[in-house]
């Protein structure tokens, strides 16, 4: 799904992936138990700035630090939007 | 309408919009319910700085952060001026 | 009426211009309920800094932030003394 | 092992390295009055950043204050992604 | 009065200008009653800094913000020394 | 003793000196009456940084602040490991 | 005296003077009374970093803040090292 936003200079626009609901042993973690998922989908990506390149680009899954970026709901889906300097990782 | 206004350096003024009171399924929001707009038209724009050029213009609708920029009220409408960084997105 | 005063660097003399009393609508507002004034006028510019020019020059109608700069009291008449960077705009 | 993940900029993945259980003269330490390790083996690096180089590689044992770093759980394993700078010394 | 030392770098010894006891209607205002002093006679000036030149002179009378600077008393006589940045404006 | 480890970028490695436990005049000063040393010996140094050349090497006597660096034990020594920086100057 | 040591970049080793116990008028202050030394005399000086020259000299009477600088014992002399641009001038 194409979203309708620019992020300006250095940021990106990421819709944060929903932490998985089942351990690798199969049992089922109850919604509380759940971690705020730190694993992303980058959805938009600025121009970058003077002297700063950017280096990721659209559809990357990305590793982000908890409380990292602003959240904003666009069209009903979450997103969060963070400097690409607050990313940690690509996988 | 114009606005007799020219902002300094790399700054921006915004007209913020009202936030919606109808939600997509059609219910009405009570004014108490409502987040405070985040959403703004941009309606003056600062020259730059050296080194640094502007990348939105005039007309443009971007995000921000909450709490970003200085309220100003000119002729009786509210306006947010902040620097260009503070600015989030271009939609 | 001329100021005796030399601004150093990217410093601005600003004389605040008085609160309108009056409202659109033609109503006085005591004095208490006036906000503390925003608007001044440009009295005397410093030479700017290396790398760094003067935008604003005497005579100019500005905004800047409540409790931008340091006040002066210059024979008689308050003033504001601030860098320019703290000077929002232009009206 | 293989990890599957490509830190930004002048990031470092490390796994950290299991304090020893036993001292020099074989006396084992109960799990409690281990402290927390310092000592780790670089799995993943950057590409660096304009004008910063990278200098460690993968493969590299290194030092690193207590407290450095974020820590990521990949596929079961504990790791600590953290910038070049915050790396003590390569043993 | 020579005064007999060179201030480092961007530094200016200043030497404060007793405040007014008298009020322009001629009231003799109590010393109580006498805001700290903020103007002063430039009496020595540093030789600057790389890429950074000074402005004032000796002789120059300057204003500065409350509590700029550094007390220091010199055969007897109280001066200021501070940063030439610290200086508002030459009058 | 040749130490098994690279100090990164612009760090030193050091291997303070036990304090004097006699005085000039004979006297021993029991160990809790001693200060924390502030006198080592460099044991390794690093390659400096892009614009940074080392000045300390290998061999060098220092002087250092209390409380300075990251305390490391390696083969069972205590050593610090501090910026450049931080050395206040050579013995 | 030589001092046997070499400061490190800009920094500057002072030996404090003892404050005057006599006054002007001849009365003797007792010790308790004293200011903390401010003038002392530059025994040593660094080399400077990239891009700082060193202005002050060896012998060098200088004034400096009160609690500028650490304080080292060497050789039952008590000194202070500090960057030069805790200096405020040379006497």
Chains 1, 2, 3, 4, 5, 6, 7 share one sequence.
Request: proline share 4%; aromatic share 4%.
């Amino acid at each position: 799904m194409a979203v309708n936003i620019k992020p300006l200079a250095d940021r990106v626009l990421i819709e944060p992936q929903a932490a998985e609901t089942k351990t690798a042993s199969g049992i089922i973690i109850p919604e509380t138990a759940k971690e705020k998922p730190q694993k992303g989908k980058v959805v938009a990506v600025g121009n970058g700035k003077k002297d700063y390149e950017m280096t990721v680009k659209e559809g990357d899954m990305v590793l982000y630090g908890k409380y990292s970026g602003t959240e904003l709901k666009l069209e009903g889906t979450d997103y969060l939007m963070m400097r690409e300097d607050d990313i940690l990782g690509i996988i």
